[in-house]
């Protein structure tokens, strides 16, 4: 796979993720090495996001509403793939600005 598609990949799950991380690791551009770490940040704050309101819901049940905000992780994965297909190394809305320099094990 080259390295567009591998950044694409990159967002879909966290298996995806690590397929393009050992794939693409012999031969990344910078590109790819962007979007793994975009990728991999947007899958934290994902997994620390619900694992917050997994809490909040089994306190106040009242709030479950509040897992419609999960929908703003799939808006992101979509952006993350928009530019990934375009070749972009733009950083995702709200996120991503703080993992671009992060994660030095990527590149």
């Not at 993720?17 to 050992?22: C, D, K, M």
């Not at 934290?44 to 703003?72: C, D, H, K, M, T």
């Not at 972009?88 to 671009?100: A, H, N, S, T, Y």
């Amino acid at each position: 796979m080259n390295n567009k598609t591998l950044s694409i990949v990159s967002y879909i799950t966290l298996i995806g993720w690590l397929i393009s991380y050992f794939s693409g690791k012999e031969n990344a551009d910078s590109l790819l090495k962007y979007h793994l770490r975009q990728g991999l940040g947007l899958f934290i704050v994902s997994l620390v996001f619900n694992v917050i309101l997994a809490i909040v819901v089994a306190i106040i049940p009242a709030l479950s509403f509040l897992g419609y905000i999960g929908l703003a992780v799939w808006v992101l994965i979509i952006i993350g793939i928009i530019n990934a297909s375009n070749k972009v190394e733009k950083p995702l809305p709200i996120i991503g600005k703080i993992f671009e320099s992060k994660f030095s094990f990527i590149g």
